[in-house]
């Protein structure tokens, strides 16, 4: 059941979070960092209530001096990128077993859901 308790949204995006495997960016590497898609939870984290606004180059306004500074708050599609068949990182960078495509879109289907939660 949904609920607008921040311990129980803290736990569903801790769940989807899990599902995601992890690899190693090149160091200093934000060449993904445009603008992307933030639950209420994750702006709240970093605390914003709306999207960080695009910088004049496009980039997301947190990718500063090749590095994210919301690294440990940064939102869901963040974390996919590079991780899934079918969004891999331009570098080749990425886990060793990347998630099929399917595990990726079921993870965007359930993540877009967690706005709609009271
Ligand atoms: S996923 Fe690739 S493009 Fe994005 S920051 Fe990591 S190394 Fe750079
Ligand atoms: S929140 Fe961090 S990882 Fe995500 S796009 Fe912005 S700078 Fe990159």
Redesign the pocket.
């Known amino acids: 059941m949904a609920s607008s308790d921040p311990t129980r949204r803290a736990a569903v995006h801790g769940r989807l979070y899990a599902r995601i495997p992890a690899?190693e960016?090149?160091e200093g590497?934000?060449?993904?960092?445009g603008p992307v898609p933030w639950s209420a939870y994750e702006l709240a984290a970093v605390g914003l209530d709306s999207p960080p606004p695009e910088r004049a180059d496009g980039r997301c306004a947190f990718s500063l001096a090749g590095r994210c500074d919301v690294h440990e708050h940064r939102p869901l599609m963040c974390r996919l990128?590079?991780t899934v068949e079918d969004l891999r990182?331009?570098?080749g960078?990425?886990p060793l077993v990347p998630l099929p495509a399917e595990a990726g879109h079921d993870l965007v289907r359930r993540y877009k859901r967690l706005n709609s939660m009271p």
């Open positions: 690899f960016c090149i590497c934000t060449d993904c960092c990128y590079g990182c331009p570098h960078r990425g």
